[in-house]
């Protein structure tokens, strides 16, 4: 296995009158990882740790002053909490497969679930999986993968990203075991078959505020939950997805508060967004760029859309020919089984 060599790392406390702000660079075989870290209040006793564990650089270093300290430090002495506030950063391959291998208090610090309360699975997925079968010399189905890295977040996950080739097992085990979810989300797209599952996973998390799911199914009735058990909702994506009528009918009384809705590279006629621009009244983003069935250059519709102080649409089109019109439906009913 191999070990992440310990590098010079550096630590750039700021002083405000509000709090302490500290920017630390971390390594990875990647590359450096800059993260800023901001402390409301200055808790006495960990600042002062902080401070003496604090040694100047060299006499090339950059001036101190008092707002800035350019210093190096025993990163293994580094107290618990700030560490584990640096790592919530890094994403779960460098947590996984660089960050553990510095030193013993960096790898005991990565055991804390609080570093996967963003427990967001790489896009490039197969790619990472890989990996760590190598690093580890271990054997490990997706579904195993997937429910371990969710045991070990310890129900702490706000935020979740699953990986287009996750199971039904794993979706289903995911939705039972991360309960305070309030971000959750699909890389590419489900199948058919598993989406089915997500309208009735949305009761397991009342916290939930946004949901991301490209090409999405069951769009009624995953906005049917939402309206029930999430009442802190306020962010829809749901790009390359077909706005049916049945859909927008439900979004409107459902979501009538909703703040962000994401529609980019979908298919929604212009009634439907004529709709959700005269009954949506607190929208605050409205993304509809790259779109079929209605006019980028539509007067009624830049006029209802100019209460929206974030309006994108566009690239997008309407489709005049009645014969492509119908082929371009059929093909979004065909794939999302209608």
């Known amino acids: ?47 002062a740790e902080a401070i003496a564990l604090l040694t100047k650089e060299t006499n090339d270093s950059p ?18 909490d700030c560490l584990v506030k640096v790592f919530q950063k890094v994403g779960m391959e460098e947590l996984l497969l660089d960050v553990p291998f510095v030193c013993k208090s960096w790898y005991e610090a990565t055991l804390n679930p609080k570093c996967l309360q963003n427990l ?20 490990v189905s997706i579904t195993t ?45 489900l199948s058919h078959k598993n989406a089915r599952l997500i309208p009735k996973m949305i009761k397991n998390w009342k916290n939930l505020e946004v949901l991301r799911l490209r090409r999405a199914h069951y769009i009624k009735e995953i906005v049917q939950q939402i309206c029930v058990h999430c009442n802190n909702f306020y ?26 809705l994401f529609l980019k590279g979908g298919t929604i006629e212009r009634r439907n967004l004529l709709m959700i621009l005269q009954r949506c009244k607190e929208l605050v983003k409205l993304d509809v ?6 006019d980028e250059s539509d007067g009624v519709i830049l006029e209802l859309a100019s209460h ?28 999302a089984g209608h």
């Open 145 to 189: 993968f997937i429910k371990s890295m969710v045991n070990r977040s310890s129900r702490c996950a706000t935020t979740l990203m699953l990986p287009h080739c996750c199971t039904e097992e794993a979706l289903e085990y995911a939705a039972k075991h991360c309960p305070a979810l309030r971000d959750f989300g699909l890389h590419g797209y």
């Open 235 to 260: 962010q829809l994506m749901l790009p390359r997805s077909y706005v049916w009528d049945d859909v927008a009918y439900t979004i409107v009384p459902c979501l009538p508060k909703i703040k962000h």
């Open 289 to 294: 760029r790259d779109c079929f069935l209605f």
């Open 63 to 80: 001036q101190i002053d008092n707002k800035k300290i350019w210093c190096r430090r025993k990163w293994e002495d580094l107290n618990m």
């Open 1 to 47: 296995m191999n070990v992440l060599p310990i590098k010079k790392i550096r630590i750039f406390p700021g002083f405000t009158d509000e709090g302490v702000e500290l920017i630390l660079e971390v390594p990875s075989r990647a590359g450096v990882y800059c993260v800023e870290i901001y402390l409301e209040e200055k808790p006495a006793p960990l600042w």
């Open 120 to 139: 967001i699975f790489p896009e490039k997925f197969f790619a990472f999986i890989d990996r760590v079968r190598k690093e580890y010399q271990k054997e």
């Open 308 to 335: 929206v102080p974030s309006f994108s649409c566009q690239g997008s089109t309407d489709i005049d020919n009645s014969e492509d019109r119908e082929v371009h439906i059929g093909l979004y009913q065909c794939d």
